[in-house]
């Protein structure tokens, strides 16, 4: 289903990512929407039609907010090549990374927001970005 609607042509303003906040994120298992920690354990290509789409797996860690995640799931890494409409996606995530990941859940894949997700070092979340999730966990904001 993804490469199809990548396949074909769209408009660049449907490329654009309505703003979403953290609390969006953390309250946003009914939309799909999840933040967790996850270590990425290895990664698969597929190509279609000169699009080339690389997810990662990662293992799930510590989840914000309500979902139900299972132990691993494919994260969207890189998507390249053909008649993708929004440019090159890249996410760079590599085998043994561990990652903060805000994104859009689907049945197949987990989008990440290129903009919130972090990388993490030694495994620890920036203090002020945990304030700005475990504070929206409580308010309900």
């Known amino acids: 289903m993804m490469v199809a609607l990548l396949a074909c042509s769209v408009p ?13 994120y953390v309250h946003g298992a009914a939309n799909g929407r999840v933040v967790f920690v996850g270590k990425v354990v290895s990664s698969a290509t597929q190509k279609t039609g ?7 797996t990662v293992r799930v860690g510590r989840v914000f907010g309500i979902s139900n995640l ?60 945990l304030r700005q999730i475990t504070p929206s966990l409580r308010s309900g904001k």
């Open 12 to 24: 660049a303003r449907a490329c654009d990512i309505p703003p979403v906040t953290i609390a969006d």
């Open 50 to 56: 000169g699009v080339v789409i690389e997810d990662v």
């Open 70 to 129: 299972p132990p691993t799931l494919p994260v969207l890494n890189r998507i390249t090549g053909g008649m993708n409409p929004c440019g090159i996606r890249d996410f760079s995530a590599g085998t043994g990374d561990q990652w903060l990941i805000f994104g859009q859940r689907d049945a197949e894949r987990v989008y990440p927001d290129l903009h919130l997700s972090r990388k993490l070092v030694n495994g620890h979340i920036d203090q002020s970005l």
